[in-house]
């Protein structure tokens, strides 16, 4: 029995709000962690307000077309200033109606002086803008990293880069979009992403088991943790008369599937790119943001079907494993989950993906 293998975190690390809180600190605010889509802020001026780790953030896109993402709160009493996504150049806090531009500077704080028409000097708007966050932007994403961050975006991405070279992430194009609020721990629904052995049987439209027997695991990197399968999955069941385009003859062959810890998971092949991000916003709740790319010249009408065939597929295995994950966190509360059995031959990742989670909490559990 000694080679079953057990599972390294215990049930209460799914169920524990001070682990939750543990977590938050020591994972959320101190790695590079996707925040939102660039899509959410498409036009200058625009604006829209995210959470990581709690922490309320706004991104914006300035009038130069430049992602910028602040803390989001207001620089005189701290009252959040954007609840709403929005277009309008200017966001106006709504307690004593200080201004700021999208590109984080304050514009106007009436009664400065108690007189009307009084405004801070230019010192003192620069001192009171917008606080900023060190982010990037990467295949339609914007990354933040609240923390001091330990490596640059740079070094974090290079594994995923050069595997994807062929491929230009730049040419993506939103297909379709939707939002899953699940009640489920962030980690079991990264875990779910990595466990190819559930693919036959909670989505056996995706192929049989034999597909999932193909399924090789690749780890990049000791936060970017997946797998590669031959073509055929989702995307054979969502083949249409018009084929989309593709964005890299390298990936003809094969679908890759990666975890970009903490919470970033992501789905390419040849014609399209799926991710799906999350926000974990408590202990047995996680809020994901899911998002279908197509190769810029598929967003022609002609490939309106075929974008559409992909999505309905996509987005019938996301719906099939929402079950899958609220009715995990159930078991999670039995003292038995202590002594669940990952396999040697099909759960290595989910090892590999609970060692870094545990480690990224060493010396930090409360
Ligand atoms: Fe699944």
Redesign the pocket.
């Known amino acids: 029995m000694s080679d079953i293998g057990r599972s390294i975190l215990p049930g209460a690390d799914y169920t524990d709000p001070a682990v939750f809180a543990a977590e938050q600190s020591a994972i959320f605010e101190r790695r590079w962690v996707w925040a939102g889509y660039t899509h959410w802020i498409a036009e200058p001026g625009s604006s829209r307000p995210v959470t990581v780790a709690g922490r309320p953030l706004l991104l914006t896109r300035d009038l130069d077309g430049r992602v910028h993402v602040f803390h989001n709160i207001c620089r005189h009493r701290g009252m959040v200033l954007s609840e709403e996504p929005s277009t309008r150049k200017r966001l106006r806090c709504p307690y004593h109606f200080w201004t700021y531009d999208v590109d984080g500077g304050l514009c106007g704080a009436p009664y400065w002086n108690r007189t009307k028409g009084s405004a801070p000097d230019d010192v003192t708007r620069d001192a009171l803008a917008l606080l900023p966050v060190t982010h990037a932007e990467w295949a339609g994403m914007v990354l933040i990293c609240l923390g001091e961050p330990e490596r640059t975006i740079d070094e974090v991405l290079a594994p995923l880069r050069e595997r994807w070279a062929p491929t230009d992430l730049d040419r993506l194009h939103l297909a379709a979009e939707d939002t899953y609020e699940i009640a489920a721990n962030w980690k079991l629904v990264a875990e779910?992403f990595l466990?190819f052995y559930?693919?036959p049987f909670?989505?056996p439209q995706v192929g049989p088991a034999a597909a999932a027997l193909d399924i090789e695991d690749v780890v990049l990197a000791d936060d970017i943790l997946g797998g590669c399968y031959p073509r055929g999955a989702a995307g054979k069941a969502a083949k249409t008369d018009t084929p989309l385009p593709v964005f890299g003859e390298a990936l003809r062959d094969r679908q890759d599937i990666f975890c970009l810890f903490p919470n970033t998971l992501l789905f390419l092949e040849a014609d399209w790119f799926q991710v799906i991000a999350f926000d974990p916003v408590s202990v047995d709740r996680t809020v994901e943001h899911m998002a279908i790319f197509v190769d810029r010249s598929a967003a022609a009408p002609e490939f309106e079907g075929a974008r559409k065939a992909l999505s309905t597929v996509l987005f019938e295995?996301n719906d099939?494993?929402v079950p899958?994950l609220e009715r995990m966190q159930r078991g999670r509360r039995s003292p038995a989950a202590d002594r669940n059995h990952l396999l040697p031959q099909w759960d290595q990742i989910t090892v590999r993906f609970q060692t870094l989670v545990a480690a990224s909490l060493e010396g930090r559990r409360v």
Do not use: I
Request: aromatic share 0%.
């Open positions: 779910n466990d559930h693919l909670v989505h295995v099939q494993d899958v």
